[in-house]
Each structure stands twice: as structure tokens, then as C-alpha cells.
């Protein structure tokens, strides 16, 4: 099985949205969330912004089928959301390695999405780096968030990657892990 792994172009939103939305949590079948959600909704036009003003959409592909993707960006493209709002107010609440955490220093990664039929084929460990490495060039310090109770998205991201938890936090009547790690 060969992994490719590249950054989106538009010819790949539709099936990136396709595989978004199996996964996202006002669409999800109910017996699949305890494997894992994406919370965040998107479109066809947040994906274009994504990849034509952030180049921060990243796929992995089995046999030309996106079976992964990525997302990764400034604090500026996702201040269209209320939670990111919320984290961009309170990045300085944390540091990272004696690293002040702000806007021009770092960027938020995810969602990450990888479909049920390649989990633990060492997909999202590939889609993860291949994201950290493309990212790297811009920024030195990665953030994220994860939900409590995505129990699996955290432990694969504790698990398979360097991130770090930094802080913990409520939004929206949400108890949120604050994650973060160096690009380098």
C-alpha cells in the first residue's frame, strides 16, 4: 500500500468535503463519534480560501482515493469561527517550551480526518508530519485543540505525535485540551 501524500489543490474539494462530512458531528453516523469527530463545519469556499490564500490543506491519497486530509492555517483565517476567536484571545494564557505562544509565532492545525478503512495503517501519522513539515517553513510553534471527549483523536495525537498538552479550557460549555509542539 503506497501513501501519497501532497497539498490540495481545488480539484480536490469535492472529495475532501465527501470525506469532511462522514466525519463531522451534525453528520456522522451515531455509532461511528466514538471513533472519532470533526467538530467544525466547512464549505466549498472555506476550503478554496484554505488552499488558495493559506496553502494549508494537506491530503493523503491510497490508490488516487484522498483517504486523509490535514488542515492547518494562520490565526487569521480561522478567526472566521468563534472558537478560534476565543483561542486567538487567549494564546498568550500558555507557553510552549519557554516559547511565547501568539499570532505571528504560531498557527492552529486540524481538523485532521482519516477514514475508518486506513486507521491504523499509519496514515495520520504521515498526513501529520507531512502537514508539520510544510508548516514549518511559516511557523515555529504548532497549536490545537481537541474536544474531551473525542477520546480517540486525542490519544492518537498524545500517542503518534509530538504535541503536548498546555492548557485545558471551556468553550461553549465544552471542556477542550489546548495541544502544542514546535514545527522543527
Known sequence: MKIEL??????????????????QIDSINEEDKSDGFITTAFTKAHLTS???????????????KIVAYAMAASWKYWSQWPMFEFMIKNL???????QKINVVSSYQYGPVCVDKTVRGLGVFEKV????????????????????????RSFEAHIRK?????????EFNNNNYYKLACNTT
Not at 93 to 98: A, E, F, P, R
Request: charged share 20%; glycine share 2%; hydrophobic share 40%.
Open 6 to 23: 501532497k497539498v490540495a489543490t481545488l480539484s480536490n474539494v469535492e472529495e475532501i468535503l465527501n470525506l469532511h462530512y462522514r466525519y
Open 50 to 64: 484554505l488552499i488558495q490564500d493559506e496553502n494549508g490543506l494537506f491530503i493523503a491519497s491510497i490508490n488516487n
Open 92 to 98: 498568550d494564557d500558555s507557553t510552549h517550551l519557554n
Open 128 to 151: 501529520f508530519n507531512f502537514s508539520l513539515a510544510e508548516m514549518s517553513k511559516r511557523y515555529p510553534i504548532m497549536v490545537t485543540f481537541i474536544n474531551k471527549i473525542n477520546t
Open 161 to 169: 505525535t509530538n504535541l503536548k498538552v498546555i492548557k485545558h479550557f
